[in-house]
């Protein structure tokens, strides 16, 4: 049963996403995302969010000084941009 918040996907996008996690708010499992998903701009996100990621993660105790998350070892400056992206441990 589908509640107000879940958000479905569409055949192509389940396609297009190759199915691995689970994400909140989608009842399906999409796969993580990969540097290489920064070529795309499609995978963008807006600046506004990006932004505030990128704030998030500066406050967090897992963001090293060189912009990089302790925890999965991305640089949050690239990550931030993707749409799909997630934090590694739910703060965005």
Not at 22 to 27: C, H, T
Not at 29 to 58: A, F
Request: glycine share 4%.
């Amino acid at each position: 049963m589908q509640t107000k918040n879940t958000k479905i996907l569409n055949f192509c996008q389940i396609q297009k996403y190759k199915i691995f996690k689970l994400l909140p708010g989608y009842n399906i499992c999409m796969r993580p995302v990969k540097p290489w998903d920064l070529l795309n701009k499609d995978n963008w996100t807006i600046e506004e969010v990006r932004n505030k990621r990128l704030e998030i993660c500066g406050e967090c105790e897992n963001y090293n000084s060189i912009g990089q998350c302790k925890l999965c070892h991305c640089f949050m400056s690239a990550k931030t941009w993707l749409e799909n992206a997630y934090c590694p441990i739910r703060k965005w």
